[in-house]
């Protein structure tokens, strides 16, 4: 190749790169600095198509611009539902807060302790819910709603890890499900963007809650070495 064309390839490489993070939800940086492209070290057929690149400590990176695309994918299929008829799972610890702000940003309903079995099947019980949709934040820990959702026939979305199957899952949103600044940035930006396509705020508007109101503020444990 000449380095003319060169030049012209370079050029139209960096100008759809510029164009795609213009049209982001949020800044790239956001998106880094919130840790949502850090997957786990495996991959499973399912979400390799959205694994960007491998780290040098194994880690598998998810593509920023494939969560963008699916978190907007995933809100305009939600924006059609009922928010009351909407109920969002989460068992995890980091989960609780954002699960909770995005049941208050939308008006959904938040399950952020322990799922009780027959919430969806099992109408002689107290905690009986009957969803129209169901959104859950882990596969992996949320397994007992999932499954529900699937005797049930309520359709899923799902945030999906590098180490998640699609198994029952009708919208998948790709990005770290575990970390907890991540899962604050997804759920702010979902809850943001479903009240944007319900025309209840302006296309670039904001919510009534703040970012920092989806995050929790469970911190790490710190290990203590013996003394």
């Not at 963008?68 to 008829?85: H, S, T, V």
């Not at 109920?87 to 008006?107: D, T």
């Not at 007992?144 to 309520?154: D, G, H, N, V, Y």
């Not at 590098?162 to 790709?174: G, Q, R, S, W």
């Amino acid at each position: 190749m000449s380095e003319e064309k060169m030049e012209v390839s370079t050029e139209v490489e960096e100008t759809t790169q510029t164009r795609a993070q213009n049209h982001l939800l949020i800044e790239r940086e956001q998106y880094l600095s919130h840790g949502v492209h850090i997957g786990t070290k495996l991959k499973t057929k399912h979400t390799q198509s959205w694994i960007y690149r491998t780290t040098s400590y194994g880690l598998f990176v998810i593509n920023i611009n494939a969560t963008d695309a699916r978190l907007r994918i995933a809100a305009k299929f939600l924006a059609k539902f009922d928010p009351k008829k909407i109920l969002i799972c989460s068992i995890r610890r980091y989960g609780r807060k954002p699960v909770a702000a995005f049941a208050e940003a939308v008006g959904a309903v938040a399950k952020n302790r322990r799922f009780i079995p027959g919430t969806l099947t099992n109408p002689m019980i107290d905690d009986y819910f009957e969803a129209d949709v169901i959104i859950i934040i882990d596969p992996h820990a949320d397994k007992q709603a999932l499954q529900e959702a699937k005797l049930a026939r309520i359709p899923v979305v799902a945030l999906i890890d590098t180490d998640d199957v699609l198994n029952t899952v009708e919208v998948a949103i790709p990005t770290n499900n575990r970390g907890r600044k991540a899962l604050s940035l997804i759920m702010y930006l979902l809850a943001r963007q479903i009240q944007r396509e319900k025309g209840a705020i302006p296309p670039d508007g904001e919510l009534s809650i703040s970012k920092d109101d989806f995050e929790s503020k469970i911190m790490p444990k710190r290990e203590t070495k013996p003394k």
